[in-house]
């Protein structure tokens, strides 16, 4: 979170860091979105892989999706506020743009230091816990734990090369592409409307805020019948064809309508989603199949956009593109479905 925060604060001062360095503003643009990345994907898989060291089997969806509902609702407030922010033109010497890099990356470097003095690494720990809450998590942790590795004890070196692990790596490459497929159309269908940048940033953070509604419900869902695989299918069905519909329409109410509901599959797949690694991986090997299922996903974050600019130059439109991303949301649903359900089924969880 700390070098999170800092790098995105950096974004507002590339071209300060171009002129004393030399590199030119292109290339410390360039350097400073690597380095971004990388403190990103190592946040990620480490906030998953904590949950699992805090919360059982039978509440995992709806812990995950409470925590991933952040981005999503991320954009639903954050977007009107960056509107806002980019009215701060000339404050202190600054653009718009700048205050809104700067104090966007505010909260998670706050938050970096209060994480780090609040939360333990494991619940025994917790002195801000009773006692007995304490003995029991710790206990009903430990016997899942047990119980995973009694089926089987993977290393490390075997959860990288586990076939479950690399078929989530390719359906978790499809989820990720439909959300490129939301993020790319929408502000083309927004632009459409001819309305101000306050306006545009509110409207389009329609789909997110469905997104956000669906994680949420969803994850709950799942934990309530005790189901993973199916729950985590339907959606991506759900948000590839809301894909697909909006190429085939010209009213753009009706393309903002189809992609809040692709908004709704794109969102609701991903907490249920990231409970299907952690149900038969624990410990150091829980972490690295974690990380090489979000590293190998989230490839589609070059590939999507890559694929949509060539299909949009041949073609001239972005509908070859969104339908490529698409498919690809329906090959992620059909390897899911393959793969065998694997899981303890943990007893429902109470509401």
């Excluded at 995105?8 to 001062?13: I, K, V």
């Excluded at 619940?123 to 009903?140: K, S, V």
Aim: with cysteine.
């Amino acid at each position: 979170m700390l070098s999170w925060g800092i790098l995105s604060g950096a974004m507002a001062f590339i071209p300060a860091i171009a002129h004393t360095t030399g590199l030119g503003n292109e290339h410390t643009f360039c350097l400073v979105r690597v380095l971004l990345g990388a403190a990103e994907a190592g946040f990620f898989p480490g906030i998953i892989f904590y949950l699992t060291l805090w919360f059982p089997a039978q509440y995992r969806a709806r812990i995950v999706g409470y925590f991933m509902a952040a981005i999503p609702l991320s954009t639903v407030i954050g977007a009107p506020i960056s509107g806002v922010l980019l009215y701060l033109h000339g404050g202190l010497g600054l653009a718009g743009w700048q205050w809104l890099f700067i104090l966007e990356a505010a909260p998670a470097i706050i938050l970096a230091g209060v994480v780090f003095f609040y939360l333990t690494d494991w619940p025994a720990d917790a002195a801000w816990l009773a006692p007995e809450e304490r003995t029991w998590l710790a206990g009903r942790l430990e016997l899942e734990q047990r119980q995973r590795r009694a089926a089987r004890d993977y290393s490390v070196r075997q959860s990288l090369v586990d076939p479950r692990v690399l078929g989530l790596s390719l359906v978790y490459f499809g989820a990720v592409a439909t959300n490129y497929g939301l993020s790319f159309f929408l502000p083309q269908i927004v632009k459409g409307f001819g309305l101000n940048i306050f306006l545009t940033t509110l409207v389009s953070a329609a789909p997110y805020a469905v997104g956000l509604v669906g994680m949420v419900w969803w994850g709950r869902r799942s934990d309530r019948v005790v189901e993973r695989r199916y729950h985590a299918a339907l959606p991506l069905f759900i948000a590839a064809a809301g894909i697909a519909l909006s190429t085939a329409l010209g009213n753009p109410a009706l393309k903002m309508i189809s992609l809040c509901v692709a908004g709704f599959g794109i969102f609701a797949n991903l907490p249920v989603f990231w409970t299907l690694p952690t149900a038969f991986l624990s410990g150091a090997a829980a972490a690295a199949g974690i990380a090489v299922i979000n590293s190998i996903g989230n490839l589609a974050g070059f590939a999507g956009p890559f694929a949509m600019g060539w299909i949009k130059d041949q073609t001239g439109s972005y509908a070859g593109g969104l339908l490529l991303l698409a498919a690809l949301g329906i090959i992620a649903m059909g390897i899911l479905l393959m793969i065998g359900q694997n899981e303890a089924r943990p007893h429902p969880a109470a509401e």
